[in-house]
């Protein structure tokens, strides 16, 4: 059942994912001129770290919206975008292997299952009244 608590809790989720992404990648990573090491490694798997968080839980909300009898999709909406997300960022990632502007980054990889891991955290302490 999609109600309006349901709705805020999982877009809140996937707002906060996003304003992270938006601030290292556009305003913490471009002024960054600092010596540390972790801070400077942060800062490199942040935008790979957020959306892998945030981008199913924006899905779970369309997956919501769908009127389907696939029994899947309906009871395991959390593994579905779970997946697309992660494989469409992973697939992101090897894309940038080809460009000269992007940087391909296993560390990136890494920090993105594990952000899909945490997703995947949030919706299991999730109350049920919630998905």
């Not at 992973?90 to 391909?104: A, D, G, T, Y």
Request: contains cysteine; positive net charge.
């Amino acid at each position: 059942m999609n109600n309006s608590k349901t709705t805020y809790y999982w877009f809140s989720i996937f707002a906060v994912c996003f304003l992270c992404f938006q601030g290292v990648s556009y305003y913490l990573r471009p002024n960054y001129s600092g010596e540390s090491a972790f801070v400077s490694y942060f800062l490199g798997i942040a935008p790979n770290f957020f959306p892998a968080i945030g981008i199913p839980a924006l899905f779970v909300l369309f997956m919501m919206q769908l009127k389907t009898s696939n029994k899947w999709l309906n009871e395991k909406k959390d593994l579905t975008t779970n997946l697309i997300s992660v494989m469409g960022l992973i697939v992101w990632e090897f894309i940038q292997m080809s460009s000269k502007k992007l940087h391909f980054d296993w560390n990136d990889i890494i920090w993105t299952i594990i952000g899909a891991a945490i997703f995947q955290l949030i919706w299991n302490l999730t109350p049920e009244r919630l998905k």
